[in-house]
T-cell receptor, first 110, second 113 residues
Framework: GIQVEQSPPDLILQEGANSTLRCNFS?????LQWFHQNPWGQLINLFY???GTKQNGRLSATTVATERYSLLYISSSQTTDSGVYFC????????????FGSGTQLTVLP | KAGVTQTPRYLIKTRGQQVTLSCSPI?????VSWYQQTPGQGLQFLFE???????NKGNFPGRFSGRQFSNSRSEMNVSTLELGDSALYLC????????????FGEGSRLTVL
């Protein structure tokens, strides 16, 4: 199956700083989502981005499917951005069978 | 629009028992997928149901099963519980093929003693 690597595994920032999270995957994908897991365990949708670039407020994401990576940008980070960020692509055959990376644990300090 | 609803949110069982978890998808969504999250293995795909049929299954033993009803609600069952089944079980809702975007519920946290 597809392999997913996320980096960095841990990231500590001061409030107001910018950051870039990276997701590399080993095979072609037909779906890719970014999630933020809140302290209660729920996975919150950030982006559905199999290719291209999307922006939502202080967050943006880019997926370059031909080079097998995706990036999540967080600008002007806030303490509420803390948590684990997951990248989850899926391969052709089942767009809804996601393979999750191990996540990036983000801590934003006040 | 209500989100994905999972019940129960927390439960404690003992080894050898069985458990049933329930998931109600977003209104209009017809696909339900289940995922298991553990500290050791991370998030892993269990299975997907669409139109009351299992469409895909992950690499889990037969003790893990599920079903979907005509109203798209889904249940998953784990029989003969083991300590290693302690996990957060997450349900995800989607419109169904060919749509790929998933929306997750808050999860059911199972502890096996």
């Amino acid at each position: 199956g597809i392999q997913v690597e996320q980096s960095p595994p841990d990231l500590i920032l001061q409030e107001g700083a910018n950051s870039t999270l990276r997701c590399n995957f080993s095979d072609s994908v037909n779906n890719l989502q970014w999630f933020h897991q809140n302290p209660w365990g729920q996975l919150i949708n950030l982006f559905y981005i199999p290719s291209g670039t999307k922006q939502n407020g202080r967050l943006s994401a880019t997926t370059v499917a031909t080079e097998r990576y995706s990036l999540l940008y967080i600008s002007s980070s806030q303490t509420t951005d803390s948590g684990v960020y997951f990248c989850a692509p899926s391969q052709s055959g089942s767009a809804r069978q996601l393979t999750f990376g191990s996540g990036t644990q983000l801590t934003v300090l006040p | 629009k209500a989100g994905v609803t999972q019940t129960p949110r927390y439960l404690i069982k003992t080894r050898g028992q069985q458990v049933t978890l329930s998931c109600s998808p977003i209104s209009g969504h017809r696909s339900v997928s289940w995922y298991q999250q553990t500290p050791g293995q991370g998030l892993q795909f269990l299975f997907e149901y669409f139109s009351e049929t299992q469409r895909n299954k992950g690499n889990f033993p037969g003790r893990f099963s599920g079903r979907q009803f005509s109203n798209s609600r889904s249940e998953m069952n784990v029989s003969t519980l083991e300590l290693g089944d302690s996990a957060l079980y997450l349900c995800a809702s989607s419109l169904g093929p060919p749509a790929g975007e998933l929306f997750f519920g808050e999860g059911s946290r199972l502890t096996v003693l």
